[in-house]
């Protein structure tokens, strides 16, 4: 090891001041995890905006707090072919309600959103002329229509076979719809999924073409 001694002609270090080796390093790694972290306010810091691109079409799940559309003009009626292949479910247009007879039922399309503001389509099952309606649907139905006020959650009672409701013992604020009208609702959940020919893929399907 070397001693360096001091002779005069070397600039004298300033007791006021800490040696360089002295300083504690900065600790890099912690600077960049501030510098990425993202804030909970970031939408609102960069003055950002949800977009809508898709919206799925099914039923709650049964662990959901779900709210229903209150303005009924938003529920949408249609002849609905669901398309157990793909678990898909297709708006059937009116020239091929009499063809595709067999294999439409109608349905109410029920904008809902969840606690967790996510939206998306639920399809009903309805009454057809006859007036004959199953447990499931009918109890369904019933729940969407008092979801038009309280949150609730939708349970399966296996042994009456219905659904019942659990009302939310929290008070959850009045849910932040998206801000678009039913055809949009329309659009997004169903994106070519709209049967208007006897051509579309799903109708040769179950004809057995290829």
Not at 44 to 59: A, D
Request: net charge negative.
């Amino acid at each position: 090891m070397t001693t360096k001694k001091y002779d005069g002609n070397d600039e004298k270090p300033d007791n006021d001041e800490k040696p360089d080796n002295d300083e504690k390093p900065k600790d890099d790694d912690e600077l960049q995890i501030s510098k990425l972290r993202l804030p909970q306010n970031f939408e609102s810091i960069v003055g950002g905006k949800k977009l809508t691109q898709y919206l799925p079409v099914r039923r709650p799940e049964k662990q959901w707090f779900i709210r229903t559309h209150p303005n009924r003009e938003m529920w949408f009626y249609a002849a609905i072919l669901d398309f157990q292949e793909d678990r898909d479910a297709y708006i059937v247009e009116e020239e091929l309600w009499e063809e595709l007879a067999n294999e439409v039922v109608p349905k109410v399309l029920i904008p809902t959103i969840t606690s967790l503001g996510h939206s998306f389509i639920w399809p009903i099952r309805v009454p057809g002329e006859d007036g004959r309606i199953d447990d499931w649907s009918r109890t369904a139905f019933l729940a969407a229509e008092q979801a038009c006020e309280q949150w609730l959650r939708l349970r399966s009672n296996m042994q009456l076979g219905s659904y019942e409701t659990i009302i939310a013992a929290t008070m959850y604020p009045d849910p932040t719809w998206p801000d678009f009208g039913l055809e949009e609702w329309l659009r997004l959940g169903f994106r070519d999924k709209i049967i208007s020919s006897t051509d579309h893929t799903v109708v040769r399907r179950l004809r057995g073409e290829q």
